[in-house]
């Protein structure tokens, strides 16, 4: 805005009779508004190469804690691995650094799978698991295997059914070990996790291969792994809006997986959210046409937009 000053109308001796004009510029901004918690996570996860895998897990956490400051997280994991790296030489065997690894994170720092309450959700956020020292197989896992990248010992998380593992690549051969106690697997320990039903695929008349399920997980499945389960937690607690929150982070991470936005929209419809239950609901319907279900899907959009 702008306005004109006539403050030296009457001109005094010697002036040129000019008027002043006086730009008065309102340059006042509103700030930008904060990330959200799925922002953030969003801008962690949109690029598989440069993917931090402890600091996108820990993010978790802010959909329940959005004060959190990741920073304190990713400092108190620096200063364990300082601890660690103080104790091996850079040059040091693979298996002398796992099991000095082992030793650190099972017997010096305690960690342990929280067995008295194995589906409480903070189990899940790395920064509790942290203070605890008690977690579940993949958010001790992320853990794990971030002190091994910080010792460089040549490791990765393994998707196990029912039971996610860590193996190590070691000169004599590669050794798979339970995240929950550090205790290392046989061939015989893993094909009894597996159990029979397990070891046949799809009705194959031979077994399975078990390196088939010993494949290294990506840190994006790592993530899915760990949202599921903590969806799957809030959903048998019926906690249905930070069900929704987690459903909202693997749509971000996975916006191609057309059956959680049929699930996301059964969500919302708990939560009375009839609108955004419908776009989800014609989402899924576009992209999975000739889905068992599509029928049933068409009909509970025709019901909703009968009510909105």
């Excluded at 937690?233 to 982070?249: G, M, P, T």
């Amino acid at each position: 805005m702008w306005r004109e000053s006539n403050e030296n109308a009457a001109q005094a001796p010697g002036s040129t009779g000019r008027l002043c004009i006086i730009f008065c510029m309102d340059f006042s901004f509103a700030p930008p508004a904060a990330p959200t918690p799925l922002d953030y996570f969003q801008t962690l996860v949109q690029d598989e190469d440069s993917l931090s895998l402890l600091e996108a897990a820990a993010s978790i956490a802010q959909d329940v804690y959005p004060d959190l400051d990741l920073h304190l997280v990713l400092d108190e994991v620096d200063l364990l691995a300082a601890k660690l790296q103080r104790r091996i030489a850079a040059d040091s065997p693979d298996l002398q650094k796992l099991l000095a690894l082992n030793h650190f994170f099972y017997r010096e720092l305690g960690f342990a799978g929280n067995i008295n309450d194995y589906y409480d959700p903070q189990n899940s956020y790395i920064h509790a698991v942290l203070r605890t020292r008690r977690g579940i197989p993949i958010s001790l896992a992320v853990l794990w295997l971030e002190l091994a990248e910080r010792i460089r010992l040549p490791a990765a998380g393994v998707g196990f059914p029912g039971h996610f593992m860590l193996k190590i690549s070691l000169d004599a051969g590669q050794v798979v070990i339970d995240p929950m106690t550090g205790q290392s697997l046989t061939r015989e320990d893993l094909m009894d996790r597996l159990g029979g039903a397990h070891m046949q695929l799809l009705g194959a008349e031979e077994e399975v291969p078990m390196g088939l399920f010993l494949q290294a997980a990506s840190g994006s499945e790592i993530l899915e792994r760990m949202l599921r389960n903590l969806r799957e937690i809030h959903a048998s607690a019926q906690r249905h809006e930070r069900e929704l929150a987690v459903i909202n982070r693997l749509l971000v991470l996975l916006p191609e997986s057309w059956s959680d936005y049929r699930e996301r929209a059964q969500v919302q419809l708990q939560l009375g959210q009839i609108d955004a239950a419908l776009a989800d609901l014609q989402t899924y319907l576009h992209a999975a046409q000739d889905a068992s279900d599509a029928d049933t899907v068409r009909q509970q959009i025709s019901q909703l937009q009968g009510k909105v």
